[in-house]
């Protein structure tokens, strides 16, 4: 997406005055000019008199922080959506009030052909077990329901959906009365969303571009897939974001690649690759995820989709065809399947050509060092979700449940990929946590486990230059002369640098650093609020008053 300007017509000129700009440029710039869909100028206040009489446009600061805009680099947006103006599970406070919940949502919706919700989690329930089959058919008067867990790796469903699906019973997965998992969960959930009009698909997608807008957030990165989403979501959803001012959408198709037949059909669908939600396997929650132990509260080590053998043959076949690959890989099994497998193809094609592409690993949550190395060695992006540490982490939280205190200690090792050279890339995994960017730099850099932290300036790089990087894009994500004039105004109170050596004070304000400074992110203070979003030029959200 960029502006659209009339043939001939002069770029739109803003100068942006009074306040603080987020730039590697000029640690103390406080004022930026943008010509059209790019950054123009960045530098101090004095110098900005020069512009004043020749731009279309001053804004005023007053104060406010201007930072490069987030880019979101891995979401769900039509799921997103429905959760945020649907029946959301994820604040109930147990059984009894999921029910209500359920009760009252299938009362205020009688026209729809399905009822759909998201966000259970019965791990912190009283009761520590979600509804039974009964209980949700008693809920909705007999009606087709189809909810899943936070983790969208198991669902939970009513009698009258299993009915409407030929064949469920007997797929991998199906159980007679609790959640359903892999080729079952996939089933049902594809005829779910396939009851779902463009209409309310497009009403879904809207509000998940309108929220992303709001919290700062410039660019998305869509994980779709045949066992994810149908292809009119998908394509719906990029012309939808290709037509409309808001974020700008980038999206991955989960689908395997055998050969430049499948590659073509993949790019005609306008995917950036074929990468994302490929599944390597499932989730930890829903006990899916792949490990090479078992986990600590079931006897077995979840399920795996993809060998080394079938990674190694997408990997080849996309670098074959220049198109970015990628996989969904949580468990430690499943990540040894997909760096063995990138290996192999690498072995083949020789390694260069490899990391050229910047293939991606999501998710990534236990690693090995032996892992990391490989990261490094095969120029993996390691897309990650540091929400999912705020969530589940800690000596009480879902992890330690799966896995033990002692396995749960190491999941999401973000300072050591750093340490390594790893490129992250910051997302949500929307809506299995919250779009929340600010939020997610803050879990980076205030971990549950001490030695996975990393600096409020690292994980900021990460939620910005990060995504776009991801995408092969250096050029982006950053404000300096040149750069894509995607920026959100905040404000933000005092600006900090943090110290990343733990032996002085974690944070200064001293601004002989040379270093930018960016908002306290310590835990318990209010977070930065988004007063204006802008895309390539075009302001996409503006706060009512600003």
């Keep these: 997406m960029s502006e659209r300007t009339i043939p001939g017509e002069k770029p739109r000129t803003v100068l942006l005055r009074g306040g603080e700009v987020y730039s590697p440029a000029d640690p103390f710039a406080t004022a930026m000019v943008t010509e059209g869909d790019r950054v123009a100028w960045i530098g101090s206040e004095g110098a900005a008199d020069s512009f004043a009489d020749g731009v279309d446009e001053v804004v005023q600061l007053a104060g406010a922080l201007v930072t490069p805009a987030f880019t979101d680099a891995h979401v769900h947006a039509t799921a997103t959506g429905l959760a945020l103006t649907g029946l959301d599970l994820g604040s109930s406070a147990g059984l009894a009030d999921a029910l209500d919940r359920v009760r009252a949502h299938a009362a205020a919706r009688p026209g729809d052909r399905i009822l759909l919700g998201h966000g259970w989690d019965a791990t912190a329930w009283p009761e520590r077990r979600p509804p039974s089959r009964a209980e949700l058919d008693a809920a909705t008067g007999g009606r087709p329901l189809y909810l899943s867990r936070v983790d969208v790796h198991s669902a939970l469903v009513t009698t009258a959906l299993l009915d409407a699906v030929p064949g469920l019973r007997d797929l991998p997965g199906f159980t007679a009365d609790g959640p359903l998992t892999a080729e079952a969960h996939h089933a049902v959930r594809a005829a779910a969303l396939a009851a779902l009009t463009p209409g309310q698909r497009g009403e879904a997608q809207r509000s998940t571009l309108r929220r992303a807008a709001e919290l700062g957030i410039g660019s998305l990165h869509e994980c779709a897939g045949p066992e994810i989403s149908g292809t009119d979501d998908f394509t719906g959803l990029l012309a ?3 037509d409309e001012p808001g974020p700008r959408v980038f999206g991955y198709w989960a689908e395997r690649v055998t050969g430049p037949k499948d590659a073509e059909r993949i790019r005609e669908l ?7 939600d490929l599944f390597a396997d499932g989730a930890l929650g829903s006990h899916t995820a792949h490990l090479h132990a078992p986990y600590a509260d079931a006897p077995h080590t979840g399920r795996s989709y993809l060998d080394a053998d079938a990674v190694a043959a997408h990997v080849s076949a996309c670098t074959e065809a220049g198109l970015q690959a990628g996989f969904h890989a949580i468990g430690d099994a499943a990540v040894t399947a997909v760096v063995e497998g990138v290996r192999a193809a690498a072995r083949r094609l020789g390694t260069a050509r490899i990391r050229a592409l910047r293939h991606r690993v999501e998710h990534a949550e236990m690693l090995t060092p032996e892992h990391i190395a490989a990261f490094v060695e095969l ?21 330690a449940q799966r896995l ?22 910051f997302g949500s995994d929307s809506p299995v946590t919250p779009l929340g960017p600010w939020a997610a730099v803050q879990a980076a850099a205030f971990h549950r486990t001490e030695g996975h932290r990393i600096t409020v300036r690292g994980a900021f790089t990460a939620h910005t230059r990060g995504g776009w990087r991801a995408l092969g894009r250096d050029d982006a994500g950053v404000l300096v002369p040149g750069a894509p004039a995607d920026y959100a105004v905040w404000q933000a109170g005092e600006l900090l640098v943090q110290a990343p050596d733990t032996r002085v004070a974690n944070w200064s304000t001293d601004p002989r650093s040379g270093t930018p400074g960016l908002p306290e992110l310590t835990p318990g203070r209010q977070l930065p609020l988004c007063l204006r979003t802008v895309v390539a030029g075009r302001t996409v959200h503006a706060r009512p008053n600003e």
Excluded at 383 to 392: E, I, K, L, N, T
């Design 240 to 242: 939808l974001a290709a």
């Design 270 to 276: 306008g995917a950036h690759g074929a990468a994302g």
């Design 379 to 399: 120029g993996l992006i390691a897309s990650v979700q540091p929400g999912f540490d705020a969530a589940w982490g800690g000596p009480k939280g879902m992890y």
């Design 404 to 425: 033990g205190a002692e396995r749960a200690h190491t999941l999401n090792p973000f300072a050591a990929l750093l340490r390594a050279g790893v490129p992250l890339a």
